[in-house]
């Protein structure tokens, strides 16, 4: 099946610790993205990417980082200076960077800082 | 700048009634956008999505979306509701920088549906 994995579902860190979160596709997409997601609101944009060795800041994207070594994979990573880190993690990937594409989204990492 | 505004926050219908999320948006171009669906603990699912073809647009399991310029909307509507239509839903306005394709999400209207 070909679609948008992120792991692990649900991820517990103690505050101070760093922790990366998985996104892979294998829908064969240029282009990546990070979301966050906190009750009410809508999501908005950590980082993306529109190809390997590529990727611009977001909306959000002080304490987090990322990267894109292979076009199948962008982790992220929340750090230790991302102040208020508890929420769920969406990653997406469209084909290209046309505004009209469509971004397709895997199923969601939930981050609970202890 | 792009903005969107989903005017509801809660919507309940009783199963088989009519269904309209309201959506108006706010773009300095040509806009694309799209309705999309979550279920709890999940991630988004396409609904359907415009793109300057047809003005009327139609999406899975019933809905379909109507642009309208002159009122700057984008409703979204299904003639009878279902149980499993509980959910929440986001209207989406899309928009292409010099650092590729952003989208900006509205605040979600989370949809009921009672017996």
């Known amino acids: 099946d070909g679609g948008i994995t992120q792991s692990p579902k649900y991820l517990f860190r103690k505050e101070g610790q760093n922790v990366t979160l998985s996104c892979e596709q294998n829908?064969?997409?240029?282009?990546m993205y990070w979301y966050r997601q906190d009750p009410g609101q809508g999501l908005r944009l950590i980082y993306y990417s529109q190809i390997v060795n590529d990727f611009q800041k977001g909306d959000i994207a002080e304490g987090y980082s990322v990267s894109r070594e292979k076009k199948e994979s962008f982790p992220l990573t929340v750090t230790s200076a991302q102040k208020n880190p508890t929420a769920f993690y969406l990653c997406a990937s469209s084909a290209d960077r046309r505004s009209t594409d469509t971004q397709y989204f895997g199923p969601g990492t939930r981050l609970t800082v202890l | 700048a792009q903005s969107v505004t989903q005017l509801d926050s809660h919507v309940s219908v009783s199963e088989g009634t009519p269904v309209l999320l309201r959506c108006n948006y706010s773009?300095?171009?040509?806009?694309?956008l799209f309705w999309y669906v979550q279920h709890p603990n999940k991630g988004l699912q396409l609904l359907l999505k415009?793109?300057?073809?047809?003005?009327l647009v139609k999406g899975i399991n019933g809905f379909e979306a109507e642009f309208k310029k002159s009122e700057t909307s984008f409703h979204l509507t299904k003639p009878s509701a279902h149980m499993s239509d509980a959910a929440e839903y986001f209207c989406v306005v899309s928009y292409f920088t010099g650092g590729g394709n952003k989208l900006t999400f509205g605040t979600g209207t989370q949809l009921k549906v009672e017996l």
């Open positions: 829908l064969n997409h240029d282009a």
């Open positions: 415009y793109t300057s073809a047809a003005t």
């Open positions: 773009s300095s171009y040509s806009p694309s």
